[in-house]
């Protein structure tokens, strides 16, 4: 069955840097779109990065814009979220995720397997 293990959370002081690593097993990792998303306490869950099958084509929330980078390694079924001048409010749980579609999806519903989270704390 389809898997996804995400790692490398953990806290953070402001302005500091985190990299955030996902594998991925029991399905074709190259024929899928990935995407990172998060939730904070007490908000829904929304789209930080995505990237589409290759990798060649990624895309970003607004607010993340300039500080995080998404990337991928289909030779090692791995996908990677790159966070630098991380702010309080990018406090949440992250989740990678995975979709049967080749192009980037941004839409929770979009995806349909997920990993179990990794918290990224960034104290104010």
């Known amino acids: 069955q389809a898997q996804l293990v995400e790692s490398g959370g953990g806290l953070v002081q402001a302005g500091g840097s985190l990299r955030l690593s996902c594998v991925a097993s029991g399905r074709t990792f190259n024929e899928q779109a990935m995407g990172w998303f998060r939730q904070a306490p007490g908000k829904e869950r929304e789209f930080v990065a995505g990237t589409d099958w290759s990798g060649n084509s990624v895309y970003y929330a607004a607010f993340v814009m300039g500080r995080f980078t998404i990337s991928r390694d289909n030779d090692k079924n791995m996908v990677y979220l790159q966070m630098n001048s991380l702010k309080p409010e990018d406090t949440a749980v992250y989740y990678c995720?995975?979709?049967?579609?080749?192009?980037?999806?941004?839409?929770?519903?979009?995806?349909?397997?997920w990993g179990q989270g990794t918290q990224v704390t960034v104290p104010s």
């Open positions: 995720a995975g979709s049967k579609s080749r192009v980037i999806v941004v839409e929770p519903y979009e995806y349909d397997y």
